[in-house]
């Protein structure tokens, strides 16, 4: 929590990782939410769910007849983002094409829509979040070097609940009181 709210203020790119279910979305939600940025867009966006052939233009749009099924003009995250906070989760399963273009907003905050040759420009602010070693894919080739580094700026690593169990009475208790509200039953405990 003290890393959060440190790193809230800041408009680096954030890098977080740990295993599925620690809550790397939560953390990137609690530091849009703290920042300056708060007021503005906080877009997400899973890259895992999204094939090869349309992560480019989920991203970074496209305009009208740029591939068969593009019949109209079609803004990207990066520019529904714009002035807030872009939330790439599953930043390793990101295709090398595309690590190239993400790469080049990075660097010069801007790219150009698919099909189109004019330059947009962005002011945002990225969260990425991960649950693989890109450390590990950068040695095996899997994952550039150097977008690692720029996505690596400020890096939050979570630790499972395995590792925290004096958490577990914290979640129990806020699970309880969710649940209870929502079934408008009054349950004060748990058995052990």
Known sequence: FRQIKQVAGSDSTILITG???????????????????????????????????????????????????????????????????????????????????LLRVLELKEFERLGSSLTTQVDVRMITATNKDLARLVQEGRFREDLYFRLNVIHINLSPLRERKEDIPLLAKYFLDKYSAQMNKVITSLSK
């Not at 899973?46 to 496209?62: R, Y």
């Not at 079609?74 to 872009?86: Q, V, W």
């Open 19 to 101: 295993e599925s279910g620690t809550g790397k979305e939560l953390v990137a939600n609690a530091i849009h939410y703290s920042s300056q940025r708060k007021g503005k867009p906080f877009v997400k966006v899973n890259c895992a769910a999204l094939s090869e052939s349309l992560i480019e233009s989920e991203l970074f749009g496209h305009e009208k007849g740029a591939f068969t099924s593009a019949v109209a003009r079609r803004l990207g995250r990066f520019e529904t983002a714009n002035g807030g906070t872009l939330f790439l989760d599953e930043i390793g399963d990101i295709p090398p094409s595309t690590q190239i273009k």
